[in-house]
């Protein structure tokens, strides 16, 4: 078991309808300005049951959305078998199944999953995204803060050390938000930032 999806096996079917009824233009809506021209590569980094990875397949995007959790692959799978999204079973920070010579992504979103990588992973991703991105791409972060939920292997975030790893990575931030609420109920006190790296190396 990736240490990050710990929790998650036991409330599989809840988290599942949850996630089913998130709008993408609504917890994304900071970074809809920075989705890239169609159709281009997009990468989903940690896609749980697929939403975000089917939003951005209907918006004529090629998608590969990647999930550590086979049983939430499974759902994205079944739930969106008629969209042409590539799903992996891989994890984070590694990404081994991802081939730079398939093709370099424009636009990279890691949503509901920065809390659950420890600081070095964190880098590693960031290090990663780079190998795996044209110049010029994006890559879109959601960090939240907060007691764990169903996760529960959860570190804190903040926006200060996602920048020190942009800036040495050779990514420059062209969008930054703190402090906003979850748009799930009874989550007064998770709070989210959001956090658009452009890759400049």
């Known amino acids: 078991m990736v240490a990050g999806t710990k929790g998650y096996e036991e409330v ?3 988290f599942a309808e949850l996630s089913f009824t998130l709008r993408f233009e609504e917890v994304n809506k900071d ?10 590569r997009v990468l989903d980094a ?5 939403q ?3 939003a951005l397949s209907k918006l004529g995007y090629d998608v590969v959305g990647v999930e550590p959790m086979r049983q939430f692959l499974d759902k994205a799978i079944s739930n969106y078998k008629h969209l042409d999204v590539s799903w992996v079973h ?6 081994t199944s991802i081939n730079e010579d398939d093709g ?3 636009f990279v979103l890691v949503a509901g999953v920065w809390h659950h990588l ?16 044209l110049k010029g791409g994006i890559c879109a972060i959601s960090l939240r803060n907060g007691p764990a ?3 529960k292997c959860v570190f804190p975030t903040s926006c200060s050390e996602l920048i020190n790893y942009a800036d040495e990575l050779g990514f420059k931030v062209v969008f930054q938000s703190e402090n906003q609420a979850s748009v799930l109920p009874h989550k007064e006190s998770v709070t989210w930032a959001r956090v658009a790296l452009q890759k400049i190396a």
């Open 90 to 95: 891989d994890s984070l920070p590694n990404l």
């Open 52 to 54: 975000n990875s089917a």
């Open 104 to 106: 370099l992504f424009s």
């Open 12 to 14: 599989i079917e809840l």
């Open 31 to 40: 970074f809809l300005p920075y989705l890239p021209s169609t159709p281009s």
């Open 149 to 151: 939920g169903a996760g």
């Open 118 to 133: 420890n600081r070095e992973e964190r880098r590693e991703c960031i290090r990663r995204f780079s190998s795996l991105m």
């Open 46 to 50: 940690g896609c749980g049951v697929g």
